[in-house]
């Protein structure tokens, strides 16, 4: 079995009340920026749960992820919260990541 980076560590946060476009890519970014630390890369992806505090944020979630990760992405889930520790964050995005 091969390590697993985890990517949770710094991925929804810093982020104003902006639209969710820039801040789910941003997001997406900060994902590849901690695998790539860890030797890996978002191919290596294997699961994510994307915490989002809109429902309405979930298709444009759904075409951003398509987009960074291709049409065969990994086992995910969407929910939505009714808030974070952070009340001016709009998304939060954990994924397991396994290298060889």
């Known amino acids: 079995m091969g390590r697993r980076p985890h990517g949770s560590k710094r991925l929804g946060r810093q982020f104003a009340r902006r639209r969710l476009r820039r801040t789910d890519?941003?997001?997406?970014?900060?994902?590849?920026?901690?695998?790539?630390?860890?030797?890996?890369?978002?191919?290596?992806?294997v699961t994510m749960t994307v915490f989002l505090a809109d429902s309405r944020y979930t298709t444009r979630m759904?075409?951003?992820?398509t987009e960074i990760l291709g049409q065969d992405f990994p086992a995910s889930a969407a929910i939505?919260?009714?808030?974070f520790a952070d009340p001016t964050m709009l998304i939060e995005i954990?994924?397991?990541?396994?290298?060889?």
């Open 25 to 45: 890519a941003q997001t997406f970014k900060n994902i590849e920026a901690t695998l790539k630390e860890a030797g890996a890369s978002v191919k290596d992806i």
């Open 62 to 65: 759904t075409e951003l992820r």
């Open 80 to 83: 939505t919260v009714t808030g």
């Open 94 to 100: 954990q994924g397991i990541a396994v290298v060889d």
